[in-house]
């Protein structure tokens, strides 16, 4: 079966700028949650998503959004970007949120 | 913050040879997981464990879980070359079930 889809893998974008980054979860799976990565402060968790409501959220500004669709499919969205916002940022998909996560590839951010 | 600790930071040792790797968490929980990640991709879901289990196996993976102690212990046996990767350890807490906080991380280096 196919695995958790994240779209780009690479991303290249200046200052100032906004990106979306597109997640199709697992068939089957409700709940999406989106990560990022960097060296510094380690994976961090970003939100959460079950049948289109976000039920956690991270302590990230409001600069990062994010959404889930009634196909379970989740996109997040970062507005006017920093440097600070290069990352690795991992989607992942649960049936219930409660259980192990599949995670995707990821999409490697890189702001210049 | 709620990250765990994990240690070692970094472990090298030789093929055959058994792997180790400490989690401390910080709250109450309602299970602890285990994932691998290689070289800064995706990561893969190794082993969950409920807070009310205090030992795991999967394969050549065994998971262990002292709630009093808050810790967790992941013992890879007769270590491969294929184990070379970042190890995780992830706490869904109570509260926020659905949201998972990561360890630090311990890099494994298994050598020929």
Known sequence: KAGVTQTPRYLIKTRGQQVTLSCSPISGHRSVSWYQQTPGQGLQFLFEYFSETQRNKGNFPGRFSGRQFSNSRSEMNVSTLELGDSALYLCASSFTGFDGYTFGSGTRLTVV | ?112
């Open chain 2, 1 to 112: 913050s709620q990250q765990g600790e994990e240690d070692p930071q970094a472990l090298s040792i030789q093929e055959g040879e058994n792997a180790t790797m400490n989690c401390s968490y910080k709250t109450s929980i309602n299970n602890l997981q285990w994932y691998r990640q290689n070289s800064g991709r995706g990561l893969v879901h190794l082993i969950l464990i409920r807070s009310n289990e205090r030992e795991k196996h999967s394969g050549r993976l065994r998971v262990t879980l002292d709630t009093s102690k808050k810790s967790s212990s992941l013992l890879i046996t007769a270590s491969r070359a294929a184990d070379t990767a970042s190890y995780f350890c992830a706490a869904s807490y109570t509260g926020t079930a659905s949201k998972l906080t990561f360890g630090t991380g311990t890099r494994l280096q298994v050598t020929l």
